[in-house]
T-cell receptor
Framework: DSGVTQTPKHLITATGQRVTLRCSPR?????VYWYQQSLDQGLQFLIQ???????AKGNILERFSAQQFPDLHSELNLSSLELGDSALYFC????????????FGPGTRLTVL | AQTVTQSQPEMSVQEAETVTLSCTYD???????LFWYKQPPSRQMILVIR??????QNATENRFSVNFQKAAKSFSLKISDSQLGDAAMYFC???????????FGSGTQLTVLP
């Protein structure tokens, strides 16, 4: 158990819908990262937050957004869902906002029908 | 941009034997860290081992060790005394001091044969 929690574990929804994925980092970690793992794209970085502020952005679609709250939990919002958004979404956390070991949560499996 | 290459999509090893998984990377940075993560069928991403580029000594964690060749930009993982529970997808990953996100290789699926 990495200490990073993610909810829900599974999510099934329809195209065009909006969903919210939630992540709680390890105790003491200030940085949260979101990654997408799909069959054809592998593991891709989406976005990073550090102590409530956005720090780095990867290949995140405009339909996706995220935020980190004062209690350091983070939410990833996915809207206007398409079939191709079906993937495993991981949250990871680390102590600092720089190059540091990232510990991963169990992931949320999103299926868009 | 950094890239990570794992040229072995699949590998197999006999239980109790030793196996080495290969990884090469490309970067112009001097400050970086390398990792091996394991993803078993549960899909959880589990940290196996970490190597700081500034350290010459190869990292070890119990049965897991790395061969870090900085000049060759090579970072292989050796698993000794392989166990059935080692069966998983193994990802090599890189993070530089300037970029904070992990860049992953495409993974190597390891099968352990009883």
């Amino acid at each position: 158990d990495s200490g990073v929690t993610q909810t829900p574990k599974h999510l099934i929804t329809a195209t065009g819908q909006r969903v919210t994925l939630r992540c709680s980092p390890r105790s003491g970690d200030l940085s949260v990262y979101w990654y997408q793992q799909s069959l054809d794209q592998g593991l891709q970085f989406l976005i990073q937050y550090y102590n409530g502020e956005e720090r780095a952005k990867g290949n995140i679609l405009e339909r996706f957004s995220a935020q980190q709250f004062p209690d350091l939990h983070s939410e990833l919002n996915l809207s206007s869902l398409e079939l191709g958004d079906s993937a495993l979404y991981f949250c990871a956390s680390s102590t600092s906002g720089s190059a540091d070991t990232q510990y991963f949560g169990p992931g949320t499996r999103l299926t868009v029908l | 941009a950094q890239t990570v290459t794992q040229s072995q999509p699949e590998m197999s090893v006999q239980e109790a034997e030793t196996v080495t998984l290969s990884c090469t990377y490309d970067t112009s940075e001097s400050d970086y860290y390398l990792f091996w993560y394991k993803q078993p069928p549960s899909r959880q991403m589990i940290l196996v081992i970490r190597q700081e580029a500034y350290k010459q000594q190869n990292a070890t964690e119990n049965r897991f060790s790395v061969n870090f060749q900085k000049a060759a930009k090579s970072f292989s993982l050796k698993i000794s005394d392989s166990q059935l529970g080692d069966a998983a997808m193994y990802f090599c990953a890189f993070v530089s001091g300037s970029a904070r996100q992990l860049t992953f290789g495409s993974g190597t699926q390891l099968t352990v044969l009883p």
